[in-house]
């Protein structure tokens, strides 16, 4: 039963990250009342991720601080149809944020574009290598937009974030230094590249020696003071080791918080509710519509706010969580291969290399950034020729500095004892003999990788936790493997380097495990594209069922990319908001029949 219900509001958006103040931004001042429901609580970097406190390596990478507690909200899991999903109950191989920025507070600041191939996967294996050559059992797809359509919107997001880096392709012409495989750039990143450790720089130089093409990783970890278009102003980079899991009370990791929402804050047509648990979109009697969404507020009562239109900007697990607890959209069934909402749940396949210098390298880990590092892309995507390879994707090999942190970088070479004496001098001797590689691959859509709703555990509100079916499909397993071992070579060729091994969480008999950190790159389950009976939304983002839910995220993503996921789901986001102000306000209506 329903306590109150509000006055109507033009946009209710679920959710305050990156995407639900940047949808909240560019509506209000398009003239819409908006209101953005926020589960967690209000927070600021200027107030909350100071140095030293923020600094606290305990709290906030390994308690998970600024993570959610999946004591009040979690899922269950299972590796297939086969097992019973079990509630998740640490946090693990991915930590979704909570509060204000979401999980854009406690990101790396690592900022890609996808490849043109990427967004017209399906067709462009198929044109490239036949129609056969895409293993059976993956249900890849095009996303329904182009590289060419996205641009723009991508550039504009870089520009928020003064993002730093240094273009392989300045519209259409091809330069040293850069990643030639990128799509064309309409203009340079708008702050110059990281500087680079010794570690980076000696990989890099193995690299051009093995024929490749090493540049420096794109980053949202600024590099000189910068304004961005809303007005907002980031400071250089400290290089102070405490991004991924960490606030940045420097303003030098662009962030949601201060890149967007202290530019909307004060305005008119803008409200936020902290501590607000959204439980349902609510619909129309005759379904066609959604009519705002309900809530639990900060004071335990539920709360009604109607709306003309619902943005869905959560998390992408809860984005399609809040979906199958709606009844929005039909529900994926595996066993017919019917429906759509929960269908091709994807993820990131993760490798890792540990190369150890002779006692003339010294790499001082402690100086170190979120996106600090070299990359090699050369067997990302469709970068290198599959012919006669048994996979399609890829990903990209990074030699990386993140940080230098006394409870979590301990590194040693293999065979190392894991305690005791050995281990302490092995600690003492290689902390500054480190070089650190991640090889950041794709992950590929199946039948058999899902979301749905858990038939047995429940959560505090009475409603079905999501379950999550997934393990990594054999093609994601023969990709790792292929990029991994080039990595290996790389690694090994290396000046000074005196020892290399290696990690493969998707190795050959072993199952996917929500234990280990791997990354926060959980896509799909609400997936775009051109055909209704394979996705949720159309082009656009908006639901084909219900044309007034405008849904956002990487929940879009029809499998996963070789790179990590937040400039592709905001160049997204843009493209969305520019098709809702331009041509659905003055209008409401299913954007595809236009």
């Known amino acids: 039963m329903t306590d109150r219900t509000l006055p109507k509001t033009d946009v209710v958006i679920i959710g305050g990250g990156w995407t639900g103040l940047t949808a909240a931004y560019e509506l209000a001042n398009a003239g819409q009342r908006c209101v953005i429901i926020e589960r967690g609580k209000t927070r600021h970097d200027a107030t909350s991720f100071a140095g030293p406190e923020e600094h606290d390596e305990l709290k906030y990478a390994l308690h998970y601080g600024h993570m959610m507690d999946v004591k009040q909200n979690t899922l269950t899991f299972r590796n297939n149809r086969g097992q019973r999903a079990l509630p998740m109950r640490r946090l693990g191989s991915f930590l979704p944020g909570e509060g204000l920025g979401g999980a854009g507070i406690h990101w790396n600041g690592q900022i890609w574009r996808p490849l043109p191939s990427d967004l017209t996967m399906r067709s462009h294996y198929e044109d490239r290598y036949g129609a056969g050559f895409i293993p059976e059992d993956l249900t890849i797809q095009d996303w329904g937009v182009t590289y060419d359509e996205l641009e723009p919107h991508l550039d504009f997001f870089e520009k928020v974030c003064g993002a730093a880096g240094y273009a392989g392709n300045l519209n259409g012409e091809t330069r040293k230094g850069g990643n ?13 590249a990281m500087k680079q450790p010794i570690s980076s720089t000696l990989f890099k130089e193995a690299a051009e020696r093995a024929g490749l093409n090493p540049f420096p990783m794109p980053s949202a970890n600024v590099t000189e003071q910068y304004e961005n278009p ?92 809040l979906m199958l607890v709606s009844g929005l959209g039909t529900p994926y069934d595996p066993e017919t291969r019917t429906g759509t909402v929960g269908r091709n749940y994807s993820y990131q396949t993760i490798a890792a290399v540990d190369a150890f210098f002779d006692d003339s390298v010294t790499t001082n880990p402690f100086m ?48 190392t004892p894991a305690w005791g004496a ?113 996705s949720v939304v159309n082009r656009f983002g908006q639901m084909w069922d219900h044309h007034n839910v405008f849904v956002f995220g990487a929940c879009l993503f029809p499998q996963n990319l070789g790179y990590n996921p937040t400039g592709p789901l905001m160049g997204l986001a843009y493209w969305t908001l520019d098709h809702m102000k331009n041509d659905y306000l003055g209008n409401p209506r299913p954007l595809m029949d236009a």
């Not at 006394?406 to 065979?415: D, K, L, V």
């Not at 060729?493 to 005196?498: A, G, K, P």
């Open 230 to 321: 809303y007005g907002a102003t980031l400071h250089a980079c400290p290089y102070c080791g405490f991004c991924e899991r960490f606030g940045c009370g420097y303003f030098a990791k662009a962030d949601p918080i201060i890149c967007v929402y202290d530019r909307i804050k004060d305005h008119e047509n803008f409200e936020i509710r902290f501590e607000s648990t959204v439980l349902r979109v609510e619909k129309s009697e005759d379904g066609k519509t959604a009519t705002g969404v309900t809530y639990v507020d900060a004071d335990g009562q539920e709360v009604f706010q109607p709306a003309d239109i619902v943005c869905m900007g959560a998390y992408s697990l809860w984005n399609v969580h």
């Open 368 to 415: 170190g950034a979120g996106a600090l590092g070299v990359i090699v892309d050369d067997y990302n995507g469709d970068n290198f020729d599959h012919s006669g390879l048994d996979f399609v994707g890829g990903g990209y090999i990074a030699c990386k500095q993140y940080n230098g942190r006394p409870i979590s970088y301990q590194p040693t070479p293999e065979g």
């Open 422 to 534: 050995e281990w302490k001098r092995a600690v003492r001797e290689n902390y500054l003999r480190h070089a650190d590689f991640v090889i950041h691959g794709s992950s590929m859509s199946t039948a058999e990788n899902y979301l749905d709703l858990d038939p047995t555990w429940t959560d505090k509100f009475g409603r079905p936790l999501m379950r999550m079916t997934f393990d990594f499909p054999d093609n994601d397993r023969r990709m790792i493997k292929y990029v991994l071992d080039k990595t290996v070579e790389l690694a090994e060729s290396m000046d000074h380097v005196t020892s290399v091994s290696s990690a493969n969480l998707a190795a050959e008999g072993s199952s996917y495990s929500i234990v280990p950190y791997q990354t926060t790159h959980n896509v799909g389950g609400a997936v775009m594209g051109t055909d209704p009976t394979t």
């Open 180 to 192: 030639p495989f990128e799509g064309p750039r309409s203009s340079e990143y708008p702050t110059p």
